[in-house]
């Protein structure tokens, strides 16, 4: 009898949901080491409230620690009043963009602002997921964390609130 062998991609003992989130970690791997990315990390988008249910999902990757690779002195930021949420950021690697997501990002946007501000989408091509917000493709998401300064822009700068 034959085995049907599953396509799900693995590395270092853990499966990914797809070749491409796979190719994502690779790229943060190479940058930032494996120790400072925390796979899945689970998000609440909006609490729950006596109207509706909590909303979560579950973040491809954050990376942790990068308080001590971003250059302080450039974001005129003194040492003891970076937080713990300026020292991460999030990744997702989002293959399809659907209409799902697309409120799930639009619920971060006003529950957890401090979350979507510290948020890169990567896409296999650049696509907008509402009015002033961007995917990355590739290319722009190697690029983007070859530069301390160019990623924290990112992560400020990208999105406009006049959504």
Known sequence: MRRIQSNTPE???????????????????????????????????????????AQDWRCDFRIDGIQEMLSLPVLEIPIENVSPQLDRFYVEAKGIIDDEFKEKMKNLTYFRPDIFQRLIIVAPKVQTIFRGFITYDMKRFSALLGDELTLVNACKKEYKTDV
């Open 11 to 53: 590395w270092g003992g853990r499966k990914y949901r797809s070749n491409f989130e796979l190719e994502v970690f690779h790229i943060l791997r190479k940058r930032y080491g494996v120790t400072r990315i925390k796979y899945e990390n689970p998000v609440i988008v909006r609490p729950q409230t006596n109207w509706y249910k």
